[in-house]
């Protein structure tokens, strides 16, 4: 029988990729999307084209993490076999200015979603989308599963809280629950607000005319980055289990916000001292200097490993972003006559 799949955060970058791979794999997809007084699904067009002609292995739903209400309709009416909670308020620096905002959503929500399966009296698997800014002002490096918490912003807070509710339904209601702590993944769909993107979009444009400056805070924090599509099979993978646990997914490797500038201008041919300037907006509360994972558990028990690794990742993301620069360009143009 067809499996079917609930994705909280579809209109995100993970949640694309998932929708994708899911839909591969022959799901049945159920997205949750937010009215928006824009088009929100953006990132989802491609498979969810045409209004009148929608790809049906994909469907979307209206719900919010913020109304128990809606979770609660959507659980009742679709029955799910795999929920994948990516859904979130995910940017830390913004989590700094919206903290109660934040804990709603990305924290509550979570519970809120819990709670609806039980009171649906349904069995799904759930993977809930853990983060390794858990692991904040780090104990140990590498991290792994074992590692202590260290939270360091809002948003690591409520993703503390999702961390410990999931595990705690786990034992207490004997849910198939896993948490994946994964590391920092990018992507051409990633958020432009994200250094990596935010870089990789600022040196196109430069290169092509249309900025000069890049205004970035701190160059020294170090993270351990890899490729989106890669990290979305590790997701799956742990709902395929025999048993639920969580597991760490990370590279291995870590490099710091100017590593990632140098190799990106490097790749066009740009002196990046030309261009970086430091704006003390960007620089947070408090900071996470470095996370670097260890996900020898997930290849151990997956036998997931990724492949991508950090040059080859800062060329994909620049090679699309020029792409994009350019046809912003001929747009431009075209606009001027
Ligand atoms: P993203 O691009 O920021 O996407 C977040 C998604 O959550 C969007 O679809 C957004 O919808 C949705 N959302 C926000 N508020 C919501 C609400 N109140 N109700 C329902 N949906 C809501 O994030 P991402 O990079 O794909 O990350 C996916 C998840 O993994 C997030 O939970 C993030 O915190 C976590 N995570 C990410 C990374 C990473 O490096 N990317 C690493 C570890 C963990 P709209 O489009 O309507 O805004
Ligand atoms: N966003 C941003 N903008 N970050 C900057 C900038 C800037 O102009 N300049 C320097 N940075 C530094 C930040 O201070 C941080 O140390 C690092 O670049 C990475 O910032 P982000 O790309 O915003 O990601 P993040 O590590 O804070 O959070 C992302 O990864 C987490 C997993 O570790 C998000 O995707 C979270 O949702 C995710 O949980």
Known sequence: MQKTALVTGITGQDGSYLAEFLIDKGYQVYGIIRRSSSFNTGRINHIYQDPHEPDPRLKLVYGDLNDASSLNKIMRELHPDEIYNLG????????FDVPEYTGDVTGLGTIRLLEAIREAGIKPK?????????????QEIPQKETTPFYPRSPYACAKAYAFYIVRNYREAYGFFACNGILFNHESPRRGETFVSRKITRAVTRIKVGLQDKLYLGNLEARRDWGYAPEYIEAMWLMLQQPRPADFVIANGECHTVKEFVEEAFGLLGLDWHKHVEIDPRYLRPAEVDTLVGDSSKAERELG??????????VRIMVEADLELAKKETHMKNYRQG
């Not at 979130?88 to 989590?95: K, L």
């Not at 997931?304 to 990742?313: A, N």
């Open 88 to 95: 979130a308020q995910s940017h830390v620096m913004v989590s």
């Open 126 to 138: 759930f993977y809930q989308a853990s983060s390794s800014e858990l692991y904040g002002l780090a």
């Open 304 to 313: 997931w490993r990724p492949k991508v690794q950090f040059k080859e990742l």
